[in-house]
T-cell receptor, first 114, second 109 residues
Framework: ETGVTQSPTHLIKTRGQQVTLRCSSQSGHNTVSWYQQALGQGPQFIFQYYREEENGRGNFPPRFSGLQFPNYSSELNVNALELDDSALYLC?????????????FGSGTRLTVV | DAKTTQPNSMESNEEEPVHLPCNHSTISGTDYIHWYRQLPSQGPEYVIHGLTSNVNNRMASLAIAEDRKSSTLILHRATLRDAAVYYCIPDNYGQNFVFGPGTRLSVLP
């Protein structure tokens, strides 16, 4: 098992720009979720992808969008960046099947918007 | 989403047991109780989950009250590596975890 890999680890962007964050899910996993974690708070659910389709969304505006690819890797895109988008972005994967094994989280991408 | 109440922080001595409580009085009948922990500078890590019966795995034990309105995560022998923020999350299939502030556990050598 290689775990969940996220890239880049750190990123600095200017307000108004667009950003793409990447996630390679754990081998054998078919579901990916994205979370935003502000400093000192618990992660907040952005959305989930299952078999390349969005399978649930949290309270985030449409400028947060995503993709899941046939190999189950995923991207999170954020348009028109705002200062409040500065946070740790976490990707988590799992296998949705007959039994729940828990989500494996990556170490995150730290995004700073200036 | 069920609301949870956890202590903001707890302290334990190394090699002693730790009992981390969680109240989830509005849990629905189909919600599992999931526990995750987040070590410094890392993403959350799955610890354990259960529905009604007490559960054990290599990391911890989960004791669930008979009315399911509360649960306790038990670390049998705390190590320095167990210092983390522990999150209790009632959820059905884990599609949309709602993380609260959690309990920050400090382990003293």
């Amino acid at each position: 098992e290689t775990g969940v890999t996220q890239s880049p680890t750190h990123l600095i962007k200017t307000r108004g720009q667009q950003v793409t964050l990447r996630c390679s899910s754990q081998s054998g996993h078919n579901t990916v979720s994205w979370y935003q974690q502000a400093l000192g708070q618990g992660p907040q659910f952005i959305f989930q992808y299952y078999r390349e389709e969005e399978n649930g969304r949290g309270n985030f505006p449409p400028r947060f969008s995503g993709l899941q690819f046939p190999n189950y890797s995923s991207e999170l895109n954020v348009n028109a960046l705002e200062l409040d988008d500065s946070a740790l972005y976490l990707c988590a994967s799992t296998f949705q099947g007959a039994y729940y094994y828990g989500y494996t989280f990556g170490s995150g991408t730290r995004l700073t918007v200036v | 989403d069920a609301k949870t109440t956890q202590p903001n922080s707890m302290e334990s001595n190394e090699e002693e047991p730790v009992h981390l409580p969680c109240n989830h009085s509005t849990i629905s009948g189909t919600d599992y109780i999931h526990w995750y922990r987040q070590l410094p500078s890392q993403g959350p890590e799955y610890v354990i989950h259960g529905l009604t019966s007490n559960v054990n795995n290599r990391m911890a034990s989960l004791a669930i009250a008979e009315d399911r309105k509360s649960s306790t995560l038990i670390l049998h022998r705390a190590t320095l590596r167990d210092a983390a923020v522990y999150y209790c999350i009632p959820d059905n299939y884990g599609q949309n975890f709602v993380f609260g502030p959690g309990t920050r556990l400090s382990v003293l050598p």
